[in-house]
């Protein structure tokens, strides 16, 4: 329910809408088993236009249905960014657990899986906050670079959520709010830190502009 609300508050979604009981047995057909917790995201939202139409591509079923089956692979994919540089998957072998790990790679070079998060529930609350920020209505122009300094001053004025979205493009990336319906995303790419902001009204927006007035050089 946690993260239904999310969803509805930070796309704007009215109502979600989920994937079909048949394609959620295709799916499970296909991989020989999939977690609950996939089968409930799935079901909850599976087919909600605002995910669809994201900065990323969420795998659901009827992306499979559309584009095939995958050829030489049994991981779960379910998350790959929009030119197919990264990919989130459960592996095959933990597809009979409950909440399974999560990994992703660096697809386009076929890269070695590393660990995103623990269990896919928390995989999908860090992953839907990053991908919400790309589709705020209100937001500056492109990305900001923050000193450590500043990102400091981040963390003492605003709320950081408990969510981490681990080892995405090789980066970590962590989530900040004043109020539920605006996002600050913080990018640590090892050597530097980029953010990306934005709020669902003018008056979310307002709010971290607040914090953030003289933060962070534009890139």
Known sequence: MELENRIRTLYSAGRL????EQEIQAAREFFGALPKAVEDFWRAAGRTKQLLCGQDD???PAFYERWGWP???RDLSLLCENQYVCEAAVLQKDLS???PPVYTRMAAD???WQLSAPAVSEFLEAALTYEAVWSLPYSPEGFFSLTETELQTVRSKLTKHSAV???WLEMEVTFYSSRPDNLLVVM???DEYQALYGGVTQESYQALLDVMEGLGEPL
Request: with cysteine; glycine share 14%; charged share 25%.
């Open 17 to 20: 809408e989920g994937c079909t």
């Open 58 to 60: 969420w795998q659901f």
């Open 71 to 73: 050829k030489t692979s």
């Open 97 to 99: 657990l409950p909440d």
């Open 110 to 112: 076929d890269g070695p």
């Open 165 to 167: 979205l681990r080892n």
């Open 188 to 190: 640590d790419l090892g």
